[in-house]
Every structure is written in C-alpha cells, then in structure tokens.
C-alpha cells in the first residue's frame, strides 16, 4: 500500500462481490444470519434455485475457509473472496479438497474467478430454504429444494 491509499475495507469488497453476482442474475443479500454464524453474501437465481454463499476477508483465507464449511450446509456452493493483494497467499489445494471457490477483488470493481466452487458435499435442502426466506421473503420458492 502507497503512503496515499486508502487501506480497503471488507464492507467494500462485499458490495463489489455482490454486484459481480448481480450482474451474473442472482438477487443479493449481505450479512444474512444462518445458525451461530453471519454469511457475509448470500446469492440466489430465481431461475435456477442455486445458492452461493460467500465468506468475504481481507487476506485472512484459512478464517475466511472455516466459515465457509459451515455455509457448505446451505448452500449450493460456497467461495471465499479476498482481496487481490493477498490472494497469492491462498492455498488452492486446501480450498479445492474442501469444495470451496476463491474470488479476488481489486478495490477499483476488478473481480476474477480464480477457483471454481464444486458442489457441497453438505448441503441439506432445508437449512437452504430457510436461508432463501430469510434473506429473499417471497422468493423461496421450491425450486432451491430441488437443485
């Protein structure tokens, strides 16, 4: 960082990863609640009934990981995204083996996929229609228990 940047914050980087997922035609919600935890984006194709998760850090990527397992039981995919500075530092072998994407953000709205999210291995049809009603009122509609 340059002695006049402004340091990042994650807010930001959450707003930027919510418009990529807008602009991909799913509805977005920030900070939606699901058990003990706080999803940091939730996202949701009206068309398809996929849900993505996404835990959003600054560079913290094994926190940003441990959180995101625990989404992989409401969502159809779950990823973490980082900052660009600090995606160099991921471990993609780790992230892969537990089904988790990355995302990288640049704070002038760049956005790339660096890991594609598999399917969870945990997903449970319920704990993702509570979420969709939670986040979406009025768009939880069957089709999220069927994908």
Known sequence: MTKNEKPIRELELQKICGQYFRQ???????????????????????????????????????????QALVYQMMADRVYVALSNKYVKAVDCNILAKNAVGLIS???????????????????????????????????????????
């Open 24 to 66: 991909k035609g799913f509805l977005t919600q920030e900070e939606v609640p699901f058990l003990l935890k706080v999803v940091d984006l939730l996202c949701f194709h009206q068309e398809t009934g996929e849900c993505i998760a996404v835990e959003v850090k600054i560079r913290n990527w094994r926190k940003a990981l441990t």
């Open 105 to 147: 953000i640049g704070i002038d709205g760049a956005v790339s996929l660096i890991l594609e999210a598999d399917l969870s291995p945990r997903r449970l049809p319920y704990f993702t229609s509570q979420a969709i009603a939670t986040a979406f009122p009025g768009q939880g509609s069957l089709a999220c228990l069927m994908t």
